[in-house]
């Protein structure tokens, strides 16, 4: 009977996404249209707001027990910021967080950005559902709405 119980809780959780907008960049309007697909999409949201550090990241990431941390980087900043975020995680032993970014990211920067961590990288004109979708893949246990 119990093990029923902690089983429904189980599939009856929600996936918990950090929206993020790192770097000096000040145009949110991409993070805040992927934070509403995800919700409508039945994804717990937080969205941290503008001009985020990679340290203040790691730490609401780790506050907010986040199973997907996205990242919206149009600035250019994202050989800097993403390493250095991976490297805070790993030291706060966030290794089963899946960290995806999207944004203006040159085609040839993506094998290094995911040999260094980053699950996916989506570029402009990437449709929400696909978003969506590839995080449900990721969490095939979790509710869906």
Known sequence: MLGDSLARSMSDKKIRVLIAKPGLDGHDRGAKVIARALRDAGMEVIYTGLRQTPEMI??????????????????????ALCPR??????????????VLIGGII???????????????????????QDIVEFIRKRFPATQRA
Do not use: C, W, Y
Request: hydrophobic content about 45%.
């Open 106 to 128: 040159p085609e040839a920067d993506i094998p290094a950005l995911k040999k260094g961590g980053i699950a996916e990288v989506f570029l402009p004109g990437t449709s929400t």
């Open 58 to 79: 790691a730490s609401a990431a780790v506050q907010e027990d986040v199973d997907v941390i996205g990242l919206s980087i149009l600035s250019g900043a994202h050989n």
């Open 85 to 98: 975020l991976m490297e805070l995680l790993r030291e706060k032993g966030m290794n089963d967080v899946t």
